[in-house]
């Protein structure tokens, strides 16, 4: 019996994914937990492995083709089974999605007029009618009866668009009026010639259009990485209300702290520690004090999830876009094993070797570029979460203590809040405990 070998979710954000390569022939034999092809999905490229054991009779897509989760991929069955059956009842799926589909966008893309509610005449009865100025006005110019008329606007007002139906879909100008000519009274008047004194009407801005001639340029296809960032980041962006929160960090004794651990690292062999690794252990131990910053906005099922468990997500920039791998239960890790585990995740995304687990499941994001000598700026939520932190760089500065100026670090920390989970309140006080943890460093031994 042939088997279909569908494309599977390989990550909670996935929609699609592409088929890296082949690994297996057609006409080979292969085994459940063989892996059979690579695919890149939005986070890494990952193995594509078969459940079941039988002959690979047909590669249906190639290398390179994107196709969504449930797509027909490739077929398994018997050697010399006859597959067509299987093949045309996908087929007819896909062509059945088509057409439903293309039906759903011929209604959105349509001229309007069938999503307009029926415009039929009703009965005056005196009562004041609902239009917006336009619509009064171009009733009024074409001698149309509003009290006559059912609208489609907010509780059933007239606007424009009434008007141009009930006048047969012609559309009507925005301007009934020509535009005032540009030109002054005085040029006018002293002007013998009327026409020669106006100022010419400047023509239409027409964008040039791109020429490779002019400018060679080089296209490259959108990658799943990419696709999922703009997806997500867009909904975030235009779903959740951010607003901010920036707090200037007296890092002198954080600097002088992680030079003194430096230092025995070096003697013992040890790995080294980052402000980042610092940071992210202040975070972590911070949210345990701070559950309601510690949470997820779930929409869809209707809730607010104040997470337990502690993970922290850290923003690793690769070329193909940003990713967050996840340090699980940071709070409960040192500033070593937090460290170790950092670099070796933020490798394993540069190669593209993350899995699932070591990328899902984040409570609370950090992002970083003070590397780069960015001292402040706000960064997207990463949903569902309810938070991210923005991380600046470490600034020399000449600050006033005890009376006198004296040199020294700081540095801005902002954090974006989704305001239907975070208020105010909430995230100013989690941020005070994290300073207090970073301007003390000592207090994330207790």
């Known amino acids: 019996m042939a088997i279909p070998v569908e494309m599977p979710k390989m990550s909670d954000t996935m929609e699609e994914g592409v088929l890296v390569a082949w690994l297996v022939d057609e006409g080979a034999a292969v085994a459940a937990g063989d892996i059979i092809a690579q695919v890149e999905t939005d986070k890494a490229t990952m193995d594509l492995e078969v459940y079941d054991d039988g002959v690979l009779l047909k590669k249906v897509i190639g290398e390179g083709d994107a196709v969504p989760i449930g797509a027909l991929i490739a077929v398994l069955g018997d050697k010399g089974e006859d597959v067509s059956d299987l093949l045309e009842r996908y087929s007819a799926g896909a062509a059945s999605r088509d057409t439903s589909a293309a039906e759903n966008v011929g209604v959105a893309?349509?001229?309007?007029?069938?999503?307009?509610?029926?415009?039929?005449?009703?009965?005056?009865?005196?009562?004041?009618v609902k239009a917006s100025p336009l619509a009064k006005k171009l009733a009024q110019e074409h001698g149309l009866d509003l009290t006559r008329m059912r609208g489609s606007g907010p509780e059933g007002r007239i606007v424009k668009r009434d008007i141009e139906l009930a006048m047969g879909g012609v559309q009507v100008p925005a301007q009934t009026q020509a535009p005032a000519p540009l030109v002054r009274e005085p040029e006018r008047e002293k002007s013998a010639a009327p026409a020669a004194t106006r100022v010419p009407t400047p023509a239409p801005y027409q964008p040039t259009a791109f020429s490779d001639a002019d400018q060679p340029g080089?296209?490259?296809?959108?990658?799943?990485?990419?696709?999922?960032?703009?997806?997500?980041?867009?909904?975030?962006?235009?779903?959740?209300?951010?607003?901010?929160?920036?707090?200037?960090?007296?890092?002198?004794?954080?600097?002088a702290?992680?030079?003194?651990?430096?230092?025995?690292a070096e003697k013992e062999g040890s790995e080294r520690i980052s402000f980042n690794d610092i940071?992210?252990?202040?975070?972590?131990?911070?949210?345990?004090?701070?559950?309601?910053v510690n949470a997820s906005y779930l929409e869809d099922q209707g809730e607010i999830r104040y997470h337990k468990s502690i993970h922290v997500a850290v923003a690793v920039a690769i070329d193909e876009g940003l990713i967050t791998p996840v340090?699980?239960?940071?709070?409960?890790?040192?500033?070593?094993?937090?460290?170790?585990?950092?670099?070796?995740?933020?490798?394993?995304?540069?190669?593209?070797?993350?899995?699932?687990?070591?990328?899902?499941?984040s409570t609370f994001t950090t992002s970083n570029l003070g590397m780069f000598g960015i001292e402040e700026f706000t960064a997207i939520i990463n949903p569902p979460e309810a938070c991210i932190l923005a991380i600046g760089a470490i600034r020399d500065e000449a600050i006033v203590r005890d009376g006198q100026v004296v040199a020294g670090k700081r540095m801005k920390l902002t954090m974006s809040c989704d305001h239907r989970v975070v208020d105010g309140a909430t995230g100013s006080r989690f941020l005070e405990t994290l300073r207090k943890y970073l301007e003390e460093p000592l207090n994330l031994l207790l």
Not at 110 to 126: E, I, M, R, W
Not at 257 to 264: D, F, K, L, Q
Not at 279 to 292: F, G, Q, Y
């Open 109 to 128: 893309s349509g001229n309007g007029q069938d999503s307009l509610p029926a415009l039929a005449p009703v009965a005056g009865d005196g009562s004041r």
């Open 218 to 255: 080089e296209t490259v296809r959108i990658s799943q990485m990419r696709k999922a960032i703009a997806r997500r980041l867009a909904q975030s962006k235009f779903t959740a209300p951010h607003f901010y929160l920036t707090i200037d960090v007296d890092m002198d004794r954080a600097v």
């Open 257 to 264: 702290a992680r030079a003194r651990v430096n230092a025995i």
């Open 279 to 292: 940071i992210t252990k202040a975070c972590a131990v911070a949210l345990r004090s701070h559950p309601a």
């Open 327 to 361: 340090i699980r239960h940071a709070d409960r890790k040192g500033l070593s094993e937090i460290g170790a585990e950092t670099r070796m995740l933020a490798q394993k995304a540069r190669d593209r070797r993350l899995q699932p687990e070591e990328f899902e499941g």
